[in-house]
Nanobody, 119 residues
């Protein structure tokens, strides 16, 4: 059974930091591209950052410099370090795993973890 389990969310004051984790099980983690998405109330889900199998990263332009995505294949875990958090970063953050195989695309989502930035 495939599971992507996010953790590390919570309430933080503006300017603070959080580190999110996504622990994967039931998949061959190292062959999946991984990503973080977020969805704020009343808004569409949007890409935060992604990291491919080789470790190359891509970020949503407004988040560059504040967020850092990483992965540890030995631990089957992906991370998102979030610094200088702003109220507009408040959202549910989702872990995503994708493998574009030769025959079909395989994609999994976690259940999400709430991040609230408020004083």
């Amino acid at each position: 059974q495939v599971q992507l389990v996010e953790s590390g969310g919570g309430l933080v004051q503006p300017g603070g930091s959080l580190r999110l984790s996504c622990a994967a099980s039931g998949i061959l983690f190292e062959i999946f591209g991984m990503a973080w998405y977020r969805q704020a109330p009343g808004k569409q889900r949007e890409l935060v950052a992604e990291i491919n199998r080789g470790g190359s990263t891509n970020y949503a332009e407004p988040l560059k410099g504040r967020f850092t995505i990483s992965r540890d294949n030995a631990k089957n875990t992906m991370y998102l370090q979030m610094n200088s958090l702003k109220p507009e970063d408040t959202a549910v953050y989702y872990c995503n795993a994708v493998n574009n195989g030769p025959l079909r695309r395989i994609e999994y989502w976690g259940q999400g973890t709430q991040v609230t930035v408020s004083s």
